[in-house]
């Protein structure tokens, strides 16, 4: 499910404010100070934790490990691996039952089945200030008018999923239907961009280039912009080559995960940056490749979220290490990666051009499926296979035919089989493609920049 900041996430000034006033002063900080905040913070949330849940109290018991005595986040390496297996099993024992005013936030399921986690007000509080953070690299300040490229608000139950733009005046956001954008309706969404004057842009790496890809076929183009924010997949060279070109401005990625525990964001000079004050970003299984470079898995160590706090969470990406291992150009002294791997997504395409990148997102929401993937097996058509969980019912194939209709449109016709979980398309790894296109990956250039 994509991040929607909503009042409530603004009614946390305290966390706000502080989140916010760590994240510029730990940009420029020595070793020293980041490892001190980040061990305070820990001895916060998880001595909280073991406090309140049963199953962290377990844990540290076993690896005789106290969380009032941390003062390097490298003791956390005293503890086990969380795997999203573990997760989905033991999620609700490492929940604070004295936890309130909580949302979910879950992942678009990109092994095949999502994770649900349970975000307090300083998770998501924390989510705007890192956005704030990132975006300001590019010039972007509060108040500024940005165009958000997107699909779940049009097409979640209760939308407008016809709606091909709206805009929202408080938070001075356009928000541009992706599972609408076509060559014949770039008029439209350019005369949008004109009249609410973004200077900014944010979407997923193939929405972004699908949509400088019907400029170009329209003849209307789209709008210079300031900056270009993407996140979400990996963004190859070639897409970066494209949305440049196209917004005529820099493309400045972002890396983290709806679980919150890591994040990384690209400054003007090309880096990408790790956010110390997000989370302990975590780098084993350390591989060299023929050309020199160094690859490592991510593991992550959420700083905020009370309710229900992730230890060294096993994220399942991969990133280039910075071979350079010298400050960045920019001045700030966060670590820094060359890239990021094991994001790239098969799109759907509609026969009238419409690219749908964040169709699986539009079945987030929906109980009783264990797993879900998306085929498509002709220009027109779609076949949802479904590993049932043990509460799918006729009401949740209802749902999921509603949303599948909402989300491919009226010229895309689909049928839903269940089946066995040794009946779902895998990757060679053995890792289920959560969506299988016609045309395989969108950009067979697979090298992120």
């Known amino acids: 499910m994509p991040i929607h900041f909503q009042l409530a996430d603004y009614a946390a000034p305290g966390a706000l404010l502080s989140i916010d006033r760590a994240m510029a002063r730990l940009e420029r900080a020595d070793p020293v100070e980041m490892r001190a905040y980040q061990a305070g913070r820990l001895r916060e949330v998880l001595g909280r934790a073991q406090a309140a849940s049963a199953h962290w109290r377990r844990v540290f018991e076993e690896a005789n490990f106290d969380p009032r005595g941390l003062e390097d986040p490298a003791h956390l390496r005293s503890l086990p691996i969380l795997t999203k297996d573990e997760l989905r099993r033991a999620g609700d024992e490492m929940l604070d039952p004295n936890a309130r005013d909580l949302r979910w936030a ?66 001075r956001r356009l ?106 970003f975590e780098t084993t299984d350390f591989e060299r490749r023929a050309d020199g470079t160094l690859i490592a898995n991510v593991y992550g160590t959420g700083l905020h979220n009370l309710a229900q706090p992730l230890v060294r969470y096993e994220t399942e990406d991969r990133v280039v290490l910075d071979a350079q291992n010298t400050r960045c150009p920019c001045g700030r002294t966060l670590r820094t990666l060359r890239s990021i791997e094991g994001r790239c997504s098969h799109v759907i395409t509609a026969p009238d051009g419409r690219s749908l990148p964040g169709l699986p997102m539009v079945f987030d929401d929906i109980d009783g499926i264990e797993v879900l993937q998306l085929v498509q097996v002709a220009p027109d058509a779609v076949v949802l296979h479904v590993v049932p969980g043990a509460r799918w019912s006729s009401a949740a194939l209802g749902e999921l035919e509603n949303a599948a209709a909402r989300g491919l449109g009226s010229n895309m016709r689909f049928e839903v089989r269940v089946v066995e979980p040794d009946g779902l398309l895998r990757r060679a790894t053995g890792k289920v493609l959560p969506v299988s296109a016609l045309d395989g990956l969108t950009d067979q250039d697979s090298s992120s920049s």
């Open 106 to 171: 879950s992942t678009s399921g990109t092994s095949g089945q999502p994770v649900r986690v349970a975000m307090d007000r300083r998770a998501r509080a924390l989510e705007f200030c890192y956005y704030r953070r990132a975006w300001s690299w590019g010039g972007y300040r509060l108040g500024a008018a940005f165009a958000e490229l997107g699909s779940y608000h049009f097409l979640r139950a209760g939308g407008e999923p016809e709606r091909l733009v709206e805009w929202q005046p408080f938070l």
């Open 175 to 280: 928000l541009v239907n992706s599972s609408r954008v076509a060559p014949e309706r770039m008029p439209e969404i350019r005369q949008a961009l004109l009249r609410h004057r973004p200077r900014f842009i944010k979407g997923l790496p193939t929405a972004l280039q699908h949509l400088v890809r019907c400029g170009e076929i329209s003849g209307v183009g789209v709008p210079s912009m300031r900056a270009a924010f993407s996140g979400g997949e990996i963004v190859t060279s070639r897409a970066r080559g494209r949305i440049e070109v196209g917004f005529a401005c820099p493309l400045l990625d972002s890396y983290g995960h709806m679980e919150r525990t890591v994040a990384a964001s690209q400054c003007t000079e090309g880096r990408y940056h790790v956010h110390g004050a997000y989370g302990v």
